[in-house]
């Protein structure tokens, strides 16, 4: 757990928990590839998550959009609390998912048109005039730095954008979500580095309305727009800290500091 001088650096110390994180653990089948995971999530902060393949890193995010629903040899224990409320308390798993966005490494392109593909939120919410969803689809396209590419082609089908496309398009519909907890999970591996800028600069904006998690292999990215930082290792949490202090190495655990500083990973 951190204390409240560290958040207090983090500038994030007075925001209430969003996302509450205790002595979590995942295995599959028998195997445990997290444990011991513990740490507080506040609102309107962006959460950095780094460390190696292996970590665990997509595994926790995948317990807290409860996906172990869906894969019956995945068992998450201890607690992981959404708003206060335990995420498998949650009967309504549906409105879960809308309240926490979760944006995956590779695009997974519904097959529709690029409008349907971030209008379909807004209708199953109930928003049926087509001026709206085109005020709501446009202002997410924009965020997500794509309506310059697609404003002339949202008719067509979102698995014929590119590849770093279709991966901003994934954003523009978890965002079209309106979630409160955005989750993105190494979203630039398919993105040119001029177009990752530009969704940084979004996500530096976005973190005044949402509280945004942030899984990364890209160390800087962390550095660049976390407030605090988790390193994941070998199925630990090393260490969480002021994202700026693991960086100029006052850390607690020397690994912390190999890593970020690549000497292993
Ligand atoms: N569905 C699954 N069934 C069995 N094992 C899994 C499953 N998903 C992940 N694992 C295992 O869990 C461990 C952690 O994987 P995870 O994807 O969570 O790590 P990661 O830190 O996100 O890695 P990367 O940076 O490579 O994405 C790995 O050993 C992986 O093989």
Redesign the pocket.
């Known amino acids: 757990m951190t204390g409240q001088p560290e958040l207090a650096q983090a500038g994030v110390a007075e925001a209430p928990v969003k996302l509450g994180v205790e002595n979590v653990a995942i295995s599959?089948?028998e195997?445990t590839?997290?444990e011991g995971v513990s740490f507080d999530v506040r609102e309107h902060e962006i959460f950095g998550i780094i460390?190696?393949?292996?970590?665990?890193?997509?595994?926790?995010l995948k317990a807290v959009n409860r996906m172990d629903m869906f894969?019956s040899?995945?068992t998450v224990d201890g607690a992981i609390r959404f708003n206060g409320v335990d995420v498998r308390r949650v009967r309504n798993v549906y409105g879960l998912r809308q309240r926490i966005g979760v944006v995956f490494?590779l695009p997974v392109g519904l097959p529709m048109t690029v409008y349907e593909n971030v209008a379909l939120s807004p209708r199953l919410r109930g928003i049926r005039r087509k001026a709206d969803l085109d005020v709501i689809v446009e202002r997410c396209l924009r965020r997500a730095a794509l309506w310059d590419e697609v404003k002339d082609r949202l008719d067509s089908l979102g698995s014929l954008l590119s590849g770093g496309q279709q991966q901003r398009l994934t954003i523009a519909r978890a965002l079209s979500q309106e979630p409160e907890l955005l989750m993105l999970?190494?979203f630039s591996i398919a993105v040119d580095p001029v177009t990752t800028m530009r969704i940084e600069d979004v996500l530096k904006e976005l973190k005044q309305e949402i509280t945004i998690v942030l899984?990364t292999?890209l160390v800087q990215q962390a550095r660049r727009l976390a407030d605090r930082t988790a390193f994941?290792l070998g199925?630990q949490c090393v260490e969480v800290g002021v994202t700026e202090d693991l960086f100029t190495g006052e850390v607690k655990d020397s690994r912390t500091r190999d890593y970020v500083e690549g000497r292993f990973g």
């Open positions: 599959y089948d195997t590839v997290l460390g190696p393949a292996n970590a665990g890193k997509t595994s926790f894969n040899s995945m490494p999970d190494e899984v292999n994941f199925g």
